[in-house]
């Protein structure tokens, strides 16, 4: 058998569509799918992310069992940086004293693994991250 990753179903309340719009688009996802209650994107290597619009108000606890987060890898460090800019320009709180370096998640002592963590309005956990050789 040969399989790969295809996409992610995330539940949003719409009103937050609009942060989930620039969000993707910053991170040069494009739209490859559109109606009223749904919206898909492909960052152009593998994989989609489906943003739905979800009537229920119940929100995931992301320490409870399940999916904990969802993680982008980006290409260069400051791309970590840049994304953390623009999380800040849209009063998006950064999580766990990030964007920081993370040793204890690296296989090899001449790598890195920096990352930035945040919660969307729906309580959504991300992750941006580079990994890659120490500067």
């Not at 920081?100 to 729906?122: G, L």
Request: aromatic share 16%; charged share 25%.
């Amino acid at each position: 058998m040969n399989s790969y990753f295809y996409h992610i179903q995330i539940n949003i309340d719409f009103k937050n569509l609009g942060f989930y719009r620039k969000l993707m688009a910053f991170l040069g996802w494009s739209i490859i799918f559109e109606k009223e209650n749904v919206i898909g994107f492909k960052s152009g290597k593998n994989g989609d992310l489906w943003f739905v619009n979800c009537p229920g108000k119940d929100i995931s606890d992301y320490d409870s069992r399940g999916v904990n987060h969802i993680s982008i890898r980006v290409d260069e460090k400051e791309d970590v940086d840049n994304v953390a800019d623009f999380l800040k320009q849209n009063a998006v709180v950064l999580l766990f004293g990030t964007p920081k370096h993370r040793p204890e998640f690296v296989s090899a002592k001449n790598e890195t693994y920096y990352q930035v963590m945040f919660k969307t309005m729906d309580n959504i956990l991300f992750e941006v991250v580079y990994i890659g050789i120490n500067d």
